[in-house]
């Protein structure tokens, strides 16, 4: 699967952001979606993941942007996305998506199938 992410941009501490990924290939609704990041120096990172309809399409969120970020997947788009609200100097960092059977908060970067080729966030005034 292909993975296409967008959305990232610059944006002042407190606002919002909305990422997308649209995936092409095997069949989107067939895999567990999720987004990493990875600041400068430091390792990518879980943010956010979605089950598979079929396994439940239970959500799952670093500790880090619970109450901030949102998941959702759109199927019939072929899209995942992220809602960042309420953003932080800290969330500036690359995003990527990801896809794989499940990606969830136990799932490390180096075990992901598929990744989008990331797009950059940054927070700042």
């Known amino acids: 699967v292909q993975l296409q992410a967008s959305g990232g941009g610059l944006v002042w501490p407190g606002g919002s952001l909305r990422l997308s990924c649209v995936a092409s290939g095997r069949s989107f609704s067939g895999y567990g979606m999720g987004w990493f990041r990875q600041a400068p120096g430091k390792e990518r990172e879980f943010v956010a993941g979605?089950?598979?309809?079929?396994?439940?399409?239970?959500?799952y969120y670093a500790d880090s942007v619970k109450g901030r970020f949102t998941i959702s997947r759109d199927n019939a788009k072929n899209t995942v996305y992220l809602q960042m609200n309420s953003l932080k100097p800290e969330d500036t960092a690359v995003y990527y998506c990801a896809a794989d059977r499940r990606v969830d908060h136990t799932t490390p970067a180096r075990n992901v199938a598929y990744w989008g080729q990331g797009t950059l966030v940054t927070v700042s005034s």
């Open positions: 979605k089950d598979r309809s079929t396994s439940g399409g239970s959500t």
